[in-house]
């Protein structure tokens, strides 16, 4: 029973030592010649026109993040409905399909918030303080003062 999970633990051992050991021969051997065109962004050959450091939009990112995770959730029904026929022969179908039908409300239920919330838009219009869009003919917000 002590020794159930050795191979485990000697595999990843090894493998450490081993990254270790390569990233140990590499700064050893390697020459340290840093020039000014060395440190510089590679651009494919053409002139650098800016800095490498651009700040993306965090929409993309919200975007990518539900990409992904639909894209999972294909990944987990596709091997649900290849094996439901046995499942509904074992007399599990009910289950199962309750189980499916769980797990895709849940996550309809995150895009309906995510939509609802207004994330998915691109061009976004912001609600200032008062209550009341900016541009929409109130008295609230920034141009409260300017109109008086």
Not at 74 to 92: C, E, M
Not at 127 to 145: F, K, L, Q, T
Request: with cysteine.
């Amino acid at each position: 029973m002590q020794f159930d999970y050795a191979n485990v633990l000697v595999f990843v051992g090894l493998g450490i030592a081993l990254c270790a050991i390569m990233l140990g021969l590499g700064a050893l051997l390697r020459p340290a010649n840093p020039e000014r065109t060395k440190l510089t962004t590679y651009e494919c050959g053409e002139v650098v026109t800016g800095d490498s450091w651009i700040n993306f939009n965090i929409r993309f990112y919200l975007v990518a993040l539900i990409f992904i995770v639909f894209d999972v959730e294909v990944a987990f029904i596709y091997p649900v409905v290849t094996v439901f026929r046995r499942w509904v022969s074992n007399g599990q179908g009910a289950l199962a399909l309750g189980e499916l039908l769980v797990f895709v409300l849940v996550l309809v239920a995150g895009l309906a918030y995510v939509w609802r919330k207004g994330d998915l838009r691109w061009i976004k219009t912001v609600v200032e303080p008062g209550g009341e869009a900016p541009g929409a003919g109130g008295r609230s917000g920034r141009n409260a003062d300017v109109a008086r």
